[in-house]
Structures are given as structure tokens and as C-alpha cells.
């Protein structure tokens, strides 16, 4: 007779306890926006990592756009306009492009077929590589060169042969992180995240935050992130890392149609009582979470079976199932959604600090 | 349905036929002049698009942002694939 297993199936993780792997301790904006639509989608996707089959093509065309203008923004001003762009460019394409492995060369060869590396192609009329080149070029073109709107700048000291000295660097995918105030057994809670970029103007500081939609970027659409989970905990992480408050959080929005994009800017203030209040809310929240997160949860021999034993202590909010990648899963009988899980899901573990440290 | 399912395209998006040829290249073969054509195209496209934009709202009408930023370098009246192929032979 074999002895039941001990151990947890979850990898180990920077964002969460080493011997309780389900317990996340750094969370940021995407984790708790997954907890808040409903619990058990947090179970499944943040804590077991389980992803629908198949590529994301919203996540891969906002990487795409985001690089190029990460690139774009860490050379300009210090570079002319249209050497950023190229950057830019260069960074989107490199992202896109796959290029194969030696073996898979070699066996292509052998084969007497092309051995090349390939772009991204996307299933979307919309959101593919050509609209993401246009979509940067437009957005750079429109916005890039407007002069009271510039990247906020930052000290680093940094080692060379002459010792130490200090150099000023771009407040581009600036990483930030701060103690929530409140502990999981002597393990202290942190909010982290990175600031897409951080701009100086002459009325004061504003932390932008670029979107990609499809939808008609209207005053509806800024409306749509006044309350947000995101954009209030900029103003904390500004308040509390840089010990300098923002005006509020600029939302760069890119409407991709397909053969066309339209760049739109809104102003989202979010003022300190706003920040004061996200504060409260989300200690609240990440609370709750980690009142389920210490019911001890069993052990078993793979994510399936850990993900069908312990689901019943993350609560399902039905009202939230339109659209919910685990909606099959929640539909099926309680004692075959292990098995649904291991067939129609692959697994990617969310883990936001070390995330942070691979930005870095 | 999201985006993209159930369909069966897979696409690197509408690239001008002048640049197609880019686009089968490691993007570290690109050279300076090449990435500005790229870019110098994007730029036309945009200029095209605001001012048809502007003349059909002048008009309360919609734009057609195919038409606006057409591709100069595709021959008229063949479709894009044609033209490829017309081109390779």
C-alpha cells in the first residue's frame, strides 16, 4: 500500500509562502482583480495556475504595444524623436519574432524545408502585429513630442572604474512595492506593481498607464476606470515610494480597429482621500483571502487533484460566470472538475515579484 | 464569443505589399533604412486616416479607413493576393 502524499503540487514562488504555496503574500492589481470578480477564479487561475488552452491575444498585443513604448520612452528626449521610434520598432519586432532552435533548424533542413524563424500571427483582424507597429507609430506621433509632458527622472548610483557615481535613469516600468500594514503570521503583506511611466508637467506629477481596447475611446470609456482596482494604488505607491503625491493617473487608451487606430488621453484624478480609501478596501479584501488562504489545505500528487480537494474553501460568486474562462469547469459535478481542469487547461504561475525582479 | 474564436485566419495584419518582404526576415537582419520605411509608411497611413477622417465628419459621414490609407504600391483593381502573386511569378 502506497503512503498518501505529503507534498503540494505548486511550484515554489517569490509572492507566496514557501511551506503554505497557496498562501500569496505580494499581491498586486491583476491578482486582487481576480479575487474580487470571484474567489474560486482566484483558486483556480492565480493560486493553481490554470490557463484555457490556447494564447491570449489581448495579453500578446499589449506586450507588444507596451515594449515599444517602453523603448520609445527610455530614449526620448536623450535621442531624437524618430531614433526612439526605431528603437521602439526594433523592440516590437524582437519581441514577435520566434527564432528556432538548432535542432529544429537542422531537422526543417533535413527536411528540405525553409529553416527560418517566424513573426507572431495573430487569430484577430484587430490585434495583430501590423496594428501594433501602428498602433505605437500613431500613438508617438500623436503624443511623443508634446513638450510639457515629460518621462520623470530618477538617481541610481551605480559601480564604475572611477567608484561610484550617480546616473539619471527614466521612470519607465518603474517598479514599485509597499507594505500593506498587517501580517499572515509574523509574514508581512505587500502591494507591488510597476508604473508604466512616470511624467513631470508644469502643473505636477502624473503616473501613466497605457490601455488597448476596442472600444470607441469616448469619455464613457475613462469613466469606466473611476472606481478602479488599479489606478488608486498608483497614487499609494507614488505617496509611499517616491514620498511625492500625483495629480492623478493618465490613461494613454489605443482604440485597434483594423485598419486604423485612434490614441485618446484621459486625466483620472485620484486625490488622497480616493487612495485613502482604495487603502482601506483592498486591506479589507486581501483580508478575507487570507482568512480562506489559513484553512489548511491537503495535500496531493497534482495540481488537479489539489484544485478538486480544496476549491470548496474559495467561495464561487455566481454572479460573476459571463465570460469566466472556468465557467466549465464550475458547471460540471464537484467531483469531476479535476479531471476537467487537467483536460482543458495548461498551467502558468502568476507571481508578481519575480516578475518585478525579471523587469529589473 | 471573444476575440478571434471560431475563426480560422491567422494573420500578421495587413503589411503594404512594398514591405511584405520585411516581414520574412530575422528582425536583426533589418537594416536602419528598412525600419524606416517601415515607419515612414505608418506615418503616411496616419496622415491619410486623420484628413479622411476629418473631410467625412466635415460630411457626417463614417470613414472608410481601408480606403484611407490604401496601400499606393498595390496596382489597382487586384486584390491583394493576386497582386502577391502576380509579383512572385
Known amino acids: 500500500m502506497t503512503e498518501p502524499t505529503t507534498t503540494f503540487p505548486l511550484p515554489p514562488r517569490k509572492s507566496f509562502l514557501s511551506d503554505q504555496p497557496w498562501v500569496q503574500t505580494a499581491w498586486d492589481a491583476s491578482s486582487l482583480g481576480v479575487y474580487l470578480k470571484c474567489p474560486r477564479r482566484y483558486f483556480y487561475s492565480i493560486i493553481c495556475g490554470f490557463r484555457p488552452w490556447g494564447e491570449s491575444v489581448d495579453l500578446k498585443f499589449g506586450t507588444l504595444v507596451h515594449v515599444g513604448m517602453e523603448a520609445y520612452n527610455k530614449n526620448f528626449p536623450s535621442m531624437g524623436h524618430t531614433e526612439a521610434q526605431i528603437f521602439g520598432l526594433s523592440s516590437i519586432l524582437e519581441k514577435a519574432y520566434t527564432r528556432l532552435s538548432d535542432e529544429a533548424k537542422a531537422h526543417l533542413e533535413a527536411e528540405g524545408k525553409p529553416a ?38 530618477y538617481e541610481e548610483e551605480v559601480q564604475t572604474s572611477a567608484g561610484p557615481q550617480k546616473i539619471e535613469l527614466p521612470m519607465v516600468e518603474f517598479p514599485f512595492q509597499y507594505d500593506l500594514g498587517f501580517e499572515f503570521y509574523e509574514h508581512p503583506i505587500v502591494f507591488c506593481g510597476h508604473l508604466d511611466r512616470v511624467v513631470d508637467t ?68 485620484t486625490g488622497e482621500e480616493k487612495a485613502d480609501e482604495w487603502l482601506d478596501g483592498i486591506v479589507d479584501w486581501i483580508s478575507q483571502a487570507l482568512n480562506s488562504a489559513s484553512i489548511p489545505h491537503e495535500p496531493a500528487e497534482d495540481l488537479a487533484g489539489f484544485a478538486g480537494k480544496n476549491a470548496r474553501h474559495w467561495k464561487m460568486n455566481t454572479e460573476s460566470c459571463f465570460l469566466c ?26 507571481d508578481p515579484l519575480a516578475r518585478q525582479e525579471k523587469a529589473a | 464569443m471573444s476575440e478571434g474564436e471560431g475563426k480560422e485566419i491567422s494573420t500578421l495584419g ?53 480606403k484611407a490609407i490604401a496601400d499606393p504600391s498595390k496596382p489597382k483593381g487586384l486584390s491583394i493576393d493576386l497582386a502577391s502573386l502576380l509579383k512572385d511569378i
Open chain 1, 325 to 350: 474562462p472556468f465557467k466549465p469547469v464550475c458547471a460540471s459535478t464537484p467531483s469531476i472538475r479535476g479531471h476537467v481542469l487537467q483536460s482543458a487547461y495548461n498551467n502558468e504561475f502568476w
Open chain 1, 202 to 269: 508644469s502643473a505636477g506629477r502624473w503616473i501613466v498607464d497605457y490601455k488597448t481596447t476596442k472600444n470607441t475611446i469616448s469619455s464613457h470609456y475613462f469613466d469606466s476606470y473611476q472606481p478602479s482596482t488599479q489606478l488608486p494604488g498608483y497614487a499609494v505607491a507614488s505617496k509611499v515610494v517616491f514620498h511625492k503625491p500625483i495629480l492623478g493617473v493618465v490613461v494613454d487608451a489605443f482604440q485597434i480597429g483594423v485598419d486604423f487606430v485612434r490614441c485618446g488621453r484621459g486625466h483620472i484624478l
Open chain 1, 116 to 153: 527560418e524563424g517566424f513573426y507572431w500571427r495573430s487569430h484577430s483582424n484587430n490585434k495583430n502585429l501590423w496594428n501594433a507597429l501602428r498602433a505605437f507609430i500613431w500613438h508617438t506621433e500623436q503624443f511623443g513630442l508634446e513638450p510639457d509632458f515629460r518621462t520623470a527622472m
Open chain 2, 14 to 66: 495587413s503589411i503594404p505589399i512594398s514591405l511584405q518582404g520585411l516581414f520574412d526576415r530575422d528582425p536583426l537582419s533589418l537594416t536602419r533604412p528598412e525600419k524606416n520605411h517601415i515607419i515612414e509608411e505608418l506615418r503616411r497611413q496616419r496622415v491619410q486616416f486623420a484628413s479622411a477622417e476629418g473631410e467625412a465628419r466635415a460630411q457626417g459621414k463614417r470613414v472608410n479607413a481601408k
